[in-house]
C-alpha cells in the first residue's frame, strides 16, 4: 500500500502561481511512477503530469504544457507540481497518484490515489 496525501491547493488569481505537494508513505516511493490529475465540476478526471520513477523524464497535457513542472525528490517521498500562469479554466481538484510501472496519461494504470487539494482560479 502506499498512501498520498495532497497540499498547497487554494485560492489565486488568473496569472499567479501554487505549488502542490504530495508526500507519499507506505512502499518505497521511488519505485512507483508519480502523476498528477485533476477533475473540475460535471468533468472526467483528466491527466496533468507524470513523472518517472527517477525524475529524469517527464510528460504533460497539452493545456499545462510551458506552464506547469512535475518534479519530485525522492529523498523526501515528495512529488511537487509548479503551477505558473493559472488560467480559472486551470480551476479543479487535483490529484496525485502513483504508479508501479511506467508514467501513462490513463487512470486506469495508476492503484494509489491522494484524497485531492482543491485549485480555484479566479478571473
Known amino acids: 500500500q502506499v498512501q498520498l496525501v495532497e497540499s498547497g491547493g487554494g485560492l489565486v488569481q488568473a496569472g499567479g502561481s501554487l505549488r502542490l505537494s504530495c508526500v507519499a508513505s507506505g512502499r518505497t516511493f521511488r519505485n512507483y511512477a508519480m502523476g498528477w490529475f485533476r477533475q473540475a465540476p460535471g468533468k472526467e478526471r483528466e491527466f496533468v503530469a507524470a513523472?518517472?520513477?527517477?525524475?529524469?523524464?517527464?510528460y504533460y497535457a497539452d493545456s499545462v504544457k510551458g506552464r506547469f513542472t512535475i518534479s519530485r525528490d525522492n529523498a523526501k517521498n515528495t512529488v511537487y507540481l509548479q503551477m505558473n500562469s493559472l488560467k480559472p479554466e486551470d480551476t479543479a481538484v487535483y490529484y496525485c497518484?502513483?504508479?508501479?510501472?511506467?508514467?501513462?496519461?490513463?487512470?486506469?494504470?495508476?492503484?494509489?490515489w491522494g484524497q485531492g487539494t482543491q485549485v480555484t482560479v479566479s478571473s
Open positions: 513523472t518517472t520513477m527517477s525524475g529524469v523524464s517527464t
Open positions: 497518484a502513483a504508479n508501479a510501472k511506467w508514467p501513462t496519461v490513463s487512470t486506469r494504470d495508476y492503484a494509489y
